[in-house]
């Protein structure tokens, strides 16, 4: 589905297998993949466009996810209750514009990253959120409220910064 443009799609309950690629696609209107089952080694919606609300609730990823540079402009977007247990599941450089909610998300992968992500709507809540593999939100940014109560972090890799000595060397 790479450079497509779906218009008031509802991928609801849908299974998708093997590799899988909206890598660029425009989501146009509201956008629903409640439920949905994403089994693939890589699960692409690199720098993809979603400009209405947008729901992921529930929804099943087991591959590789990788959200960088996918752009959330609707009135909400929701990964209520979703699982991320792929290696790997990034939102670098993702912006999200609406309301955005990661309530009850699991993300039990080896990494999470939201490095680089802006969060700039009514308002942002992980409540309930589990990271049970390392995290990173590196320059990550928020221009909204934010609310996080009952998150459970797994461990936390900050960026290692040279000490000041070995930079002269």
């Known amino acids: 589905f790479p450079y497509t443009t779906l218009f008031r799609s509802e991928f609801d309950g849908a299974t998708f297998s093997g590799s899988i690629y909206f890598n660029k696609a425009t ?68 912006t999200f514009s609406g309301e955005t909610r990661f309530v009850g998300a699991v993300f039990s992968g080896e990494r999470a990253s939201f490095d680089g992500a802006m969060f700039s709507g009514e308002g942002t809540t992980f409540d309930e959120a589990t990271f049970s593999g390392g995290t990173a939100a590196d320059e990550a940014t928020l221009k909204a409220s934010f609310v996080g109560a009952g998150v459970s972090w797994g461990p936390i890799t900050p960026r290692t910064l040279p000490s000041p000595a070995s930079e002269n060397e």
């Not at 609300?53 to 979703?82: K, L, V």
Request: proline share 0%.
């Open 27 to 94: 989501f146009s209107g509201e956008t629903s993949f409640a439920g949905a089952t994403f089994s693939g080694t890589e699960i692409c919606f690199y720098e993809t466009t979603f400009s209405g609300a947008t729901e992921f609730y529930m929804a099943t990823f087991s591959g590789a996810i990788e959200f960088d540079g996918a752009t959330f402009s609707g009135e909400r977007t929701g990964f209520i209750q979703a699982t991320f247990s792929g290696e790997r599941t990034s939102f670098t450089k993702a």
